[in-house]
């Protein structure tokens, strides 16, 4: 991987000499960026000091500057690919355990050494490796940190340090910090309590995201806030020497420490990772207007578990305004579990009108089970956060349930159709749960296995061996227990027939999510409110919910809230004006194509169209060319948005290589709304534009073809 990736250049020794001799060059250097928009990193190091620093070891590929050639062997190897393929052939020779320390630190070695090369190892076996340096194995790292020999990397504050954290945050080197993950190690994964030995989810977490989205491994910070541990076999190690701090005197650490590092980088983002349950949701609250933070295991879980939610009720075959009818089992009730029922609340509520009846009748959806059982309104100290999910127990006696009740009593008698496990109790999904599912009332009932790898409700072998699924899927299944935001896709086997293995987990989300927000300077990271869908002209459409959408004018700055629609699940929508109208607020229409699975057959699909002329809703029911059922599957190439051009409104669609056009003035002949528009030939790759009477499509070569449309 070259430096350029990151946006960073070395200067060699004879420049930094020529910059001091003359002052022109000097002042050029500093009005120079590269066409990242980056400027020059000078380098003070020379020889060996370069070689044994990670940051700046990028001598390879037979470049040697004045400072460094007496330092390595004159014989230096072509490329980058022979040490590539060194390490490759030395991880894959260890352990036959994946997860294995010695993989582990064959990696770290490498990353202590060069972290160019460790990174571009990273990103081009990312499948193969990403478990390694992140979950399930940085959990064993972290339980045996203490005894890694290894170098020091990130930074450590702790109670002692109060007082003093605004003078030892300068005490980093680097001037510029885009990401910064924080822990006090006092939930790591399932393992519990570990203490200053949690710094390794830090560092484990910022390598995926410096993999996975690209940012600078320059510009990030592992961070441990030492408040002591309560574990006490840690107690008894001389490198622990305090209980956890409570109260106040935690809540005083936490603020000096963020007050110091957003002084210093007033535009970073802070990532808190695994606070034990008391804190978490206590310290998102306090922080989420105020600075730029957010929490891994309360939003990022969420944003995975909603989207594999939505999905589910794809699968069973069900509309999506039917996702607040779905029943749902929750195994667990920390942060993460908190945090994704409380999402998918908030999104049953938005379905069904976002008002504080349907907030109620949401909470009637939901059967959290904890340690001690099911959670109702007559368990005595229960968490603050569990508190409006609890089960009133004049409702659950007619189900035959009780306070405590088990996880199989729960399945068997609710019939759930989703089962999410989000418990650190490993093999929670025994046998007779999945014999208790079979009842469900739902033909197809979904499993999340959501729980960290190293203790995991249920191993995907253990899954199919206890359900007998085996011999019914050869190939890679229909239905997997957990498949939104895969992170790694392994292939084994069981009983010598090709095996699928999917984890969900939010390293897909998170990357995303945190360098999206690296790039701009929004003072905190908001709650979604209004998700743009399409734009015509000066207008744009936006929606709040499936039954709110607006119109704005972004010159005037005026927004037009639309009647409210039916809560009908909207797979495609767009808005277009009217090209014979001489002013863009004269006339405009609103497209909503919603799923009507009794239309299938028919080759029909319904819709909602809005006049801006008569300010109303109108259903139809109109020919489609071809099956409605391939508007339902985004990945056959069906983009939901649509581009509006000269009155008609266009979505691609990739999967039969052809545009899908619709004109909602043609009121004459309603059959005929709905055409197709086959790709040029020799189109195989597409992106989209459109100007007045055109459209744009670029192919994979360098020939552009146009079409007229």
């Not at 015509?536 to 005037?556: A, G, Q």
Request: glycine residues 6%; positive net charge.
């Amino acid at each position: 991987m070259s430096s350029k990736l990151y946006g960073q250049m070395r200067a060699s020794s004879s420049l930094l000499k020529r910059l001091k001799q003359n002052p022109w060059l000097s002042q050029w250097s500093r009005s120079f960026t590269t066409t990242e928009g980056h400027r020059p990193t000078m380098v003070h190091k020379r020889s060996l000091d370069i070689l044994l620093d990670p940051w700046f070891n990028k001598v390879r590929d037979g470049f040697y500057d004045d400072g460094v050639r007496s330092s390595r062997s004159p014989r230096p190897s072509s490329s980058q690919l022979a040490d590539l393929k060194r390490l490759e052939v030395q991880a894959r020779d260890g352990p036959s355990d994946p997860y294995a320390l010695a993989k582990w630190r064959i990696h770290n070695r490498l990353h202590d050494r060069n972290e160019t090369m460790y990174y571009s190892v990273l990103i081009a076996n990312i499948e193969e490796y990403a478990p390694i340096v992140y979950t399930p194995t940085v959990g064993l790292v972290c339980q045996n940190y203490s005894g890694l020999f290894r170098r020091p990397r990130g930074m450590y504050f702790s109670a002692e340090d109060r007082g003093e954290m605004m003078s030892m945050v300068y005490n980093w080197p680097a001037d510029q910090v885009d990401m910064i993950v924080v822990t006090d190690g006092s939930r790591i994964l399932g393992l519990g309590d570990l203490g200053v030995q949690g710094i390794g989810i830090a560092i484990g977490k910022l390598d995926l995201y410096v993999a996975a989205a690209g940012i600078n491994p320059q510009r990030v910070l592992p961070v441990l806030i030492d408040v002591g541990t309560n574990n006490e076999k840690l107690l008894k190690d001389k490198t622990h020497c305090r209980h956890c701090l409570d109260g106040d005197e935690y809540i005083a650490v936490v603020d000096e420490f963020m007050e110091a590092f957003f002084t210093r980088w007033p535009h970073v983002i802070v990532q808190f990772e695994d606070f034990q349950s008391k804190w978490a949701f206590k310290l998102l609250q306090h922080y989420r207007t105020t600075y730029r933070m957010f929490n891994d295991d309360v939003q990022g879980t969420a944003g995975v578990a909603i989207a594999g939610l939505l999905g589910a009720v794809r699968a069973q075959g069900r509309p999506m305004i039917d996702f607040p009818k779905q029943k749902i089992v929750v195994a667990g009730a920390g942060s993460a579990g908190i945090g994704v029922l409380n999402a998918a609340r908030k999104t049953m509520a938005r379905m069904l009108g976002n008002n504080e009846s349907v907030f109620e009748s949401a909470l009637r959806q939901f059967w959290v089970v904890d340690a001690n059982g099911l959670i109702t309104d007559e368990r005595e100290n229960i968490d603050p956060d569990a508190l409006p999910f609890a089960r009133k127990i004049k409702e659950i006696h007619c189900q035959g349930l009780r306070e405590g009740a088990s996880l199989v009593e729960v399945v068997k008698q609710v019939k759930c159709d989703v089962l999410l496990g989000l418990s650190a109790v490993g093999g929670l999904f025994s046998k007779e749960v999945l014999e208790a599912l079979k009842g469900s009332t739902s033909t197809r009932p979904a499993i999340f296995t959501m729980s960290n790898p190293t203790k995991n409700v249920i191993s995907y072998r253990q899954y199919f061996i206890r359900t007998k699924f085996i011999d019914h899927y050869q190939h890679k299944p229909q239905f997997l227990p957990c498949t939104l935001m895969i992170k790694y896709n392994y292939i084994s086997t069981i009983d010598k027939k090709p095996f699928y293995k999917l984890f969900s987990e939010q390293s897909k989300i998170l990357p995303g999510k945190s360098s999206s927000f690296t790039s701009g300077y929004l003072r905190f990271l908001p709650s979604p409110s209004v998700i743009t869908r399409g734009s015509s002209k000066d207008l744009l459409l936006f929606s709040r919910s499936i039954t709110e959408y607006y119109v704005c004018n972004p010159l005037t700055n005026q927004w037009l809230p639309l009647p409210k629609t039916p809560p009908n699940s909207t797979i495609r929508c767009g808005l277009v004006c009217d090209p014979k109208s001489t002013s863009v607020n004269t006339m405009y229409r609103v497209v909503l194509i919603y799923d009507d699975i009794s239309l299938v057959n028919e080759f029909k699909v319904s819709m909602y169209i809005f006049c801006s002329k008569t300010g109303q809703w109108n259903t139809s029911t109109l020919l489609f060319p071809l099956n409605p059922l391939i508007l339902w599957h985004s990945s056959v190439g069906w983009h939901r948005r649509a581009i509006a051009s000269n009155g008609i409104l266009y979505w691609l669609c990739g999967y039969i290589r052809a545009i899908v056009a619709f004109d909602p003035f043609k009121c004459t002949d309603c059959s005929k709304r709905f055409c197709l528009i086959a790709f040029p030939v020799g189109v195989t790759s597409w992106m989209a534009g459109s100007r007045l009477k055109f459209m744009h499509w670029s192919s994979s070569g360098e020939t552009e073809a146009v079409t007229d449309v």
